[in-house]
């Protein structure tokens, strides 16, 4: 079985709205595993290097502000195409836009405070998890009802 991994953050606006719960939940629904969790306070070296891609942009300062401002939850999540999986269940990253159904189409109205971020692919969730998670907080552990998940030839 080929999986991936991939970090789920809790906004600073997900953190504040209460939504930690419901959003761990949708993912345990879903068939994912959890593998890592920790509350944070991102600082500025650590945003600096999450959002590289977007270092030369103009919303770059007020975005690095916004996820400094609360702490936020961080998940490391694990299955097959995780990234996937994770980013559907999310929703378009436009709050407003987003598909009833999505954690974002039903708790965000906004581009930036959009309640959650997930890394986009397995390699970013390689990188994103290199940056939030040691290694002694990784917690790789056998879920016993991944035959109830996965079809047998996908678990190959």
């Known amino acids: 079985m080929q999986t991936s991994r991939c970090v789920v953050l809790v906004k600073p606006d997900g953190v504040q709205r ?3 719960g419901e959003i761990i939940h949708r993912f345990e629904r879903k068939g994912l595993h959890m593998i ?3 509350m944070i306070a991102l600082d500025d070296e650590t945003l ?5 891609e977007h270092k030369d942009k ?7 502000k916004f996820m ?3 702490p936020v939850v961080a998940i490391l999540w694990e299955g097959i195409e995780a990234s996937v999986a994770i980013r559907n269940i999310l929703g378009s990253t436009k709050g407003r836009e987003a598909a009833p159904g999505t954690i974002r189409g039903d708790f965000s109205m906004s581009k930036q405070y959009n309640i959650v971020h997930a890394s986009d692919s397995a390699e970013a969730g390689d990188r994103e998890q290199k940056l939030i ?3 002694d907080e990784i917690f790789p552990w056998k879920k016993m ?3 109830q998940i ?3 030839d996908e678990m190959e």
Do not use: Q, R
């Not at 600096?48 to 590289?52: F, K, R, T």
């Not at 103009?58 to 690095?64: M, R, T, V």
């Open 48 to 52: 600096s290097d999450w959002y590289v």
């Open 58 to 64: 103009p919303f770059f300062g007020d975005l690095k």
């Open 18 to 20: 209460g939504l930690i």
């Open 150 to 152: 996965y079809a047998p």
């Open 36 to 38: 890592g969790l920790k």
């Open 133 to 135: 998670f040691k290694d």
């Open 145 to 147: 009802n991944l035959d």
């Open 68 to 70: 400094s401002s609360n």
